[in-house]
DNA sequence: TACATAAAAGATAAAAATGTCTTTTTATCC
DNA sequence: GGATAAAAAGACATTTTTATCTTTTATGTA
C-alpha cells in the first residue's frame, strides 16, 4: 500500500515525537535503532519531510530531530504527500488517463469510496496522538 | 494501490472476457490497442494469469486468450494476488514484521479495516460481470 | 579560534519494476 | 509435410525505488 519511504518516515516521525521536543534532540542513529530502518535511508526522508515543515531538525552539537507542538498535530497523510504526493489519494484505481464519473473504470465507484476512507483514516491520525500511544506502549515501531 | 502489472492485467482481462470465447478468441495486439497498455510487458502479464489458470490461451493461427464460464466467475482479487502475491490483503500497513494484535503498529485497526473492505471489494467484483458492463458501454478500459 | 558533533547534500550503487526486442515453441491450415 | 500465425520464453534495456558512502555545512563548546 505504502511505499518503503512512507513506511519509515511514519514511524519515524511517530517516534522521534515521542522521545524529541525543543530542549532535547534526538539523533538518525538512535531513531533508525528503535524504528529499524535503514540509516542513511531514513536521513534523506527526514530531510525531506524538515524541508516541509513536518519536522524539525537542528545541525551540530545537541542537534537533532524533533517535533514542535504545531508540528505533533500534523496528520500522517501529511507525510505521505510530501512524500509521495497525492496519486494514492487521487488517481485511477486502474491507472487510467481519463476516468471519469461520466466514463468510469470498471471499479470506480467502490475504488473511491475506499479511497475515502483510507483519506480520512489519515487524516484522522495526528503524530502527536500516535506518539503519545506509543509512549503508553499501546502500540509499536518495529 | 496496484502495481502497474495489476492494472494492466485486470484490464487486459476484461477486455478479453467482453470480446472473446473458446469459439473467438483476441489477439495481444488487440488488446493492448483496447487498453493502451504496453504490448510485450503485457503479453507477459497474460503469461502468468494463463498459468494460474485465470485466463485461457492457444498458440497457432486463429489462436489467441479468452476465458471460459468458470474463468469469468474469478474476481479481480485473484488476479492481483496472481501477479503481485497476497501482501496487499495481509501485510502490516506500516510494514513491521512484528505487528500483532497485542502488539500493533499505530495504525493496525483502522488499516485492517481499509483492508478488510478493499478485500470485500475486489472479491465482489467478477471479471464476467465487469465485461458485461464494458459491453453495455457503462464503463472504459482507457 | 579550533574542535567536535550532527544534519544536509551529493555521488554511487544495488535491486525491483517496467518496458522492448528477438527467438522458440506450438497449433492450425493447406 | 511445409507454411503460417500466435503465444511462450528468453535476453536485454530503462526507469524507479531502495540503500550506502562520502563530503559539506551549521552549531555549540572549550
Known sequence: MFSK???YGIRAAVYIA?????????????I???????RHFTAKILQTLSRRNIISSQKGINGGF????????KSIKEIVEAIDGNGLFTG???????CSETKPCPIHK??????????????GKD????????????????
Open 127 to 142: 503524530i502527536g496522538t500516535l506518539a503519545i500511544q506509543l509512549k503508553k506502549g499501546r502500540v509499536v515501531l518495529m
Open 66 to 73: 524533533y517535533l514542535d507542538d504545531s508540528q505533533k498535530k
Open 92 to 98: 485511477c484505481g486502474l491507472g487510467l488517463k481519463r
Open 110 to 123: 467502490q475504488f473511491k469510496e475506499i479511497r475515502r476512507k483510507l483519506t480520512e483514516m489519515m487524516e
Open 18 to 30: 515521542s522521545e524529541a521536543h525543543e530542549g532535547h534532540k534526538v539523533g538518525i542513529a538512535e
Open 32 to 38: 533508525c535503532r528503535h524504528i529499524e530502518a535503514p
Open 5 to 7: 519511504s512512507c513506511e
